[in-house]
């Protein structure tokens, strides 16, 4: 049966760690996995800017032995013009995957529910569950383990990140923290998914409004932009609200010595996040970014065996 990848929760923890395992064999051995030679094609769409999602798929589709297809919404008959259904029953005659970046979630989900071939979430405004795959391929990395971490979040609580790390994280088996603004806090239908993924796995999630409380004992720190896209209207009421929750080199000295620093960028330096976290000794970012590529392939190749 066709497996398609719009959340993080669409992936068990076996699942997940299946493929955190095959991205670390493919970033081993970068040209030795070619499922899609032929050359296949995966259409890659965006309604949204880019720069690490669209380089990522497109190197990785590559490497894979594909032709990456770069649509952007504004050039194509997506948008309005033709439905997500009607525009999936099109491509999967000739691609072999759709990777989609959008706006409402809804979309991604008429998009996988007609089709035949892999969807996958290139960001929606609710999660960013590739970014995740990346971000638990860093911390495995650096940390050595995922399942009893504890993770911690400050800033947009509301944001498509953090929902990707309740998911993500309490399906790792990871203690998930979020200190927010009440005003900024996650949805309540993913924190309450989130909670019943954490019973089974031994993670937990904590929702909290004191940044300084959620640091304490901190494995890894976390942030993102203010002002994710669709929101650059609010940026003045955002920066006024968050203040509190920049990470910066007071802040990080909460967390445990040897927490690592993760932004899944582009960063507003100043804003979420100092230069001196952001560009120091725990700030592992480039790692962060460079995994995109790995996990994504391993993605790719993982929902391709599962047609
Ligand atoms: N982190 C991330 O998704 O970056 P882009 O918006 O540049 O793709
Ligand atoms: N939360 C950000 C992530 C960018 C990769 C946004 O949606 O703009």
Not at 87 to 111: D, F, H, K, N, S
Not at 121 to 146: V, Y
Not at 170 to 188: F, I, K, L
Request: aromatic letters at 6%; charged letters at 25%.
């Amino acid at each position: 049966m066709t497996r398609h990848f719009l959340r993080d929760d669409d992936l068990t923890q076996e699942e997940q760690t299946a493929i955190l395992d095959l991205a670390e064999r493919i970033k081993a051995d970068r040209w030795g996995h070619k499922p899609l030679a032929g050359p296949q094609t995966v259409a890659v769409i965006f309604d949204k800017s880019s720069t690490r999602t669209r380089v990522s798929f497109a190197v990785g589709i590559a490497d894979l032995g594909g032709v990456p297809l770069i649509i952007s919404t504004a050039n194509s008959q997506l948008g309005g013009k033709e439905s997500p259904s009607d525009t999936a029953r099109v491509l999967e005659r000739q691609v072999a995957a759709i990777v989609w970046r959008t706006y409402g979630q809804a979309g991604l989900v008429e998009m996988a529910s007609g089709t035949t071939v892999p969807v996958i979430n290139a960001l929606s405004d609710e999660f960013h569950p590739c970014q995740l795959l990346a971000d638990l391929l860093t911390i495995r990395e650096h940390k050595g383990r995922l399942a009893g971490l504890t993770v911690t979040f400050l800033g947009d609580g509301a944001d498509n990140m953090v929902h990707s790390y309740l998911l993500a994280g309490a399906t790792a088996g990871m203690h998930v923290r979020v200190a927010c603004p009440a005003d900024y806090s996650p949805d309540e239908r993913v924190v309450a998914d989130a909670d019943a993924i954490a019973v089974q796995t031994g993670g937990s999630i904590t929702i909290y409004t004191d940044a300084v409380e959620a640091m304490a004992g901190a494995d890894v720190v976390v942030t993102d932009t203010w002002v994710s896209m669709g929101k650059e209207e609010e940026k003045a009421e955002r920066v006024a609200a968050l203040g509190g929750y920049k990470v910066d080199a007071d802040m990080m000295a909460l967390a445990k010595p040897d927490a690592i620093f993760l932004h899944c960028l582009p960063a507003d330096r100043g804003y979420e996040v100092a230069s001196e976290v952001i560009d120091g000794p725990q700030s592992v970012i480039w790692d962060e970014a460079e995994n995109r590529l790995h996990a994504q392939k391993a993605l790719l190749v993982w929902l391709l065996e599962q047609a």
